[in-house]
């Protein structure tokens, strides 16, 4: 690093002090945290995503969004050249650019890490990152932070791609990465296209007929999702889509509304009602990243019929199981070989238990990791086809470049498939384009979902009839110190602090059908408490009883 780098980041350092007081931590997503105390995070967060981009020699995203928490919070979270979340490795380099206290031994820790990774700092390499945000207000002078982080290293440059969805970034980046189009207009025009030919490829006679049945209500959290719904639906003939909670009148992000709301509470979000007793809606999250579906029972209740990211894998797991099996019989060896695919499912512990007994039924490999789609992404990508979802509704489908590449061959060269064979063949990459392969994505997930339900002729009722849910709760506990819970077992089991493991084996035995687990949040400074059994009424009583325990051992009281 020259002498006029050093001077400009010094000097550009000491214009954004971290907060006092704060440690900082690359969590589940990136940092969260108030946004009043964010701008150096973020600052820094821009010179890490260039010296990433050196050294991936790379465009990186950066996003500032905090998703589904509240409005006055913000984060910032970098997209990675495949368009995936930051490799982990860089995690702890991360959280020890954010908490450096003084400029000094800043510079100290990037001028190592730079000698230690051996990133390019001669000039001839330009580093260069796409930026992006949600609708949050906060927004706008934290993206400025960004840029002027960006702008302290020599020869890096930006591109602003203004107000988008998580899931949009993560493309855009994927797409630059790959050499194709990656402006929002090409984003709206595959997930279009694609849908388009899903639903060009449904069998004569086959699909529910247009009634009421027909329509989607979504609610878009009054975040940056349901504006860009808006735009896209223009583009999507033959499918009618209500859009409310779209961020325009007076409605507060995430608040009472959105798609971790909707999951956690099991409640109607605002601005719904009895005039959708019946009808098919969805619910996204403040970044559009997540997607839920639920239906208004007839009944006069506040509760809903919710059909979560594990009934979203469940479609999705039925569907490409469909068509591989199309393929059996095929003569054709390269159309036989794709029959052979190896699907692989990940779900988290958050997984209903319901869910996993039905999608072993299935005949299909089921695996755990922890929560973060950071896990689950890495797992599914081991897979020809790899389809990950946590319940919450955040998930994708995963696509080999390998099996994608042998499709494309049978697309293009003459075969002695069946058309019926061929055009299973053409779903498949059809639904590879869709589907976003770069991060879970509500906007892609959805328009998937209508296709495959418009495919089977299925109602969302009968969707949701797949297999029924166990009653389940979720609770948090606010304790000391959240990081003295230390867990295993793709979060299962807590191996510290000793004693509660046992303490909750004792409570979960007292339930029929009882799980229970617990582990620190990353996005939250709480420990979050699951509870599973045959009623509901076991299920809260189990989950309260849990948190309890989480109060004896690491609760306010528990020090003193
Ligand atoms: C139980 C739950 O829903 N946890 C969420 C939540 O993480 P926590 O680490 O639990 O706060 O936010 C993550 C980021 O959106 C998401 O990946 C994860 O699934
Ligand atoms: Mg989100």
Redesign the pocket.
């Known amino acids: 690093m020259n002498e006029e780098q050093t001077s400009l980041l010094l000097h550009s350092c000491s214009r954004f002090p971290p907060p006092k007081g704060v440690r900082l931590s690359y ?3 990136g940092f969260r945290e108030d946004a009043s105390i964010l701008q150096s995070t973020v600052f820094r967060v821009g010179i890490l995503a260039a010296l990433r981009s050196l050294k991936t020699r790379s465009v990186i995203g950066l996003m500032i969004t905090a ?2 928490n509240k409005v006055s919070d913000n984060g910032v979270k970098i997209a990675d050249p495949n368009g995936g979340m930051l490799s982990q490795d860089w995690e702890p380099f991360a959280d020890a650019l954010a908490n450096a206290p003084t400029p000094e031994q800043f510079l100290q820790l990037l001028t190592d890490f730079v000698k230690k990774e051996n990133i390019p700092f001669d000039g001839q390499q330009s580093a260069e990152i796409l930026l992006g945000r949600d609708t949050r207000p906060s927004g706008g002078s934290l993206l400025e932070a960004a840029k002027q982080g960006i702008s302290s290293i020599i020869g890096a440059v930006f591109y602003d791609m203004g107000i988008v969805t998580s899931p949009q970034l993560h493309w855009m980046v994927r797409a630059r990465n790959k050499g194709m189009k990656a402006t929002e207009l090409d984003y709206f025009d595959q997930l279009s296209s694609s849908f388009r030919c899903l639903i060009d490829l449904i069998p004569y006679g086959s699909g529910i007929s247009k009634t009421v049945d027909d329509i989607l209500v979504v609610d878009g959290a009054n975040g940056v999702g349901g504006e860009k719904l808006e735009a896209l639906k223009k583009m999507l003939d033959d499918l009618v889509i209500d859009v409310r909670n779209c961020g325009k009148g007076s409605g507060i992000l995430n608040e009472g509304v959105g798609a ?1 709301y909707v ?2 509470e099991k409640v109607i979000p605002q601005e719904f009602g009895s005039m959708d007793v019946g009808l098919r809606c969805a619910s996204l ?1 403040g970044d559009a ?2 997607l839920v579906y639920f239906s208004v029972p007839s009944n006069v209740s506040s509760y809903i019929n919710l059909v979560d990211g594990d009934k979203i894998l469940s479609l999705f797991a039925i569907f490409i199981k469909e068509q591989l099996s199309i393929l059996q019989e095929a003569a054709d060896e390269k159309v036989k070989a794709i029959h052979h695919a190896r699907v692989g499912v990940v779900q ?1 512990a ?1 997984a209903n238990g319901a869910s996993t007994e039905y999608l072993k039924q299935l005949g299909l490999e089921v695996v755990f990791t922890p ?3 950071k896990y689950l992404h890495d797992k599914a990508a081991q897979y020809d086809i790899g389809i990950y979802f ?3 509704g ?1 998930g994708t489908i995963l696509f080999s470049e390998s099996f994608v590449a042998s499709l494309e061959t049978i697309k293009h060269e003459p075969s002695s498939a069946s058309i019926e064979q061929h055009n299973a063949v053409l779903r498949l990459l059809a639904v590879s384009k869709l589907i976003n392969q770069a991060v879970g994505d509500a906007l892609s997930g959805l328009l998937m979902v209508e296709a495959i339900l418009r495919y089977m002729g299925w109602s969302i009722q009968k969707w949701s009839d797949l297999y029924q849910d166990l009653p389940s709760r ?1 609770l948090k506990v606010k304790v000391v110190d959240r990081t003295a819970v230390v867990t295993t077992n793709a979060e299962t089991v807590v191996a510290k602090p000793p004693g509660i493991q046992e303490a909750i084996d004792a409570e979960t035995a007292k339930y029929p059908q009882g799980r229970s687990f617990i ?6 400074d ?1 420990i ?1 408490v ?1 509870a599973e059994a045959s009623s509901q009424e076991g299920a809260d009583n189990l989950a309260s009883s849990v948190a309890k325990l989480v109060d004896r051992f690491l609760g306010f009281g528990s020090s003193s």
């Open positions: 969590g589940t997503a998703s589904h971790d999951q956690k999250d990243d997540r988290t958050y929560t973060g789609v946590e319940a919450n955040h979720m582990r620190p949040s990353g996005t939250e709480v979050r699951y």
